[in-house]
Nanobody, 130 residues
Framework: QVQLQESGPGLVKPSQTLTLNCTVSGDSITASAYAWSWIRQPPGKELEWMGVIGADGSTHYNPAHKSRTSIFRDTSKNQISLLLTSATPEDTAVYYC??????????????????????WGQGTQVTVSS
C-alpha cells in the first residue's frame, strides 16, 4: 500500500495560484497503476472532490472548479500536484490526496465516496486570505 504526504504553502493571497504537492512513497506513481485524487474539506463543510488523474494520465475534474483546476504527475519526484488558479477565501480548506487502486475514474458519485480510496494523506491546511 502506498503512503501519501501532502505539502503546500499554508497561506495564499486571493487571486494567486494555489499549488499543492502529494509525495508518494511505497511505489511508483505510474507503475503502481493507481488513480490519484485531490479532495478538500472546507471548515464546517463536507468533503469535496476536486479531480483525479488516472493511471493512464487522463484527468477528470469537478465541474464546479474545472476551469481553475489542473492535476498532473511529476514522475521524477514521484508526486501528484494540484494547481488551483484565482484562489478565493472559499478555497480555504484542508486538502487531501488519495489513491484508488482501480486506477481509473468511474463517476463523480464514486469519486465523492471515502470508501472509494485505498490510501489517504494526512491533509494540508490551506488558507486563502489577504
Amino acid at each position: 500500500q502506498v503512503q501519501l504526504q501532502e505539502s503546500g504553502p499554508g497561506l495564499v493571497k486571493p487571486s494567486q495560484t494555489l499549488t499543492l504537492n502529494c509525495t508518494v512513497s511505497g511505489d511508483s506513481i505510474t507503475a503502481s497503476a493507481y488513480a490519484w485524487s485531490w479532495i478538500r474539506q472546507p471548515p464546517g463543510k463536507e468533503l469535496e472532490w476536486m479531480g483525479v488523474i488516472g493511471a493512464d494520465g487522463s484527468t477528470h475534474y469537478n465541474p464546479a472548479h474545472k476551469s481553475r483546476t489542473s492535476i498532473f504527475r511529476d514522475t521524477s519526484k514521484n508526486q501528484i500536484s494540484l494547481l488551483l488558479t484565482s484562489a478565493t477565501p472559499e478555497d480555504t480548506a484542508v486538502y487531501y490526496c488519495a489513491a484508488d487502486k482501480r486506477g481509473y475514474f468511474r463517476n463523480e458519485a464514486a469519486a465523492r465516496r471515502v470508501s472509494s480510496y485505498d490510501s489517504w494523506g494526512q491533509g494540508t491546511q490551506v488558507t486563502v486570505s489577504s
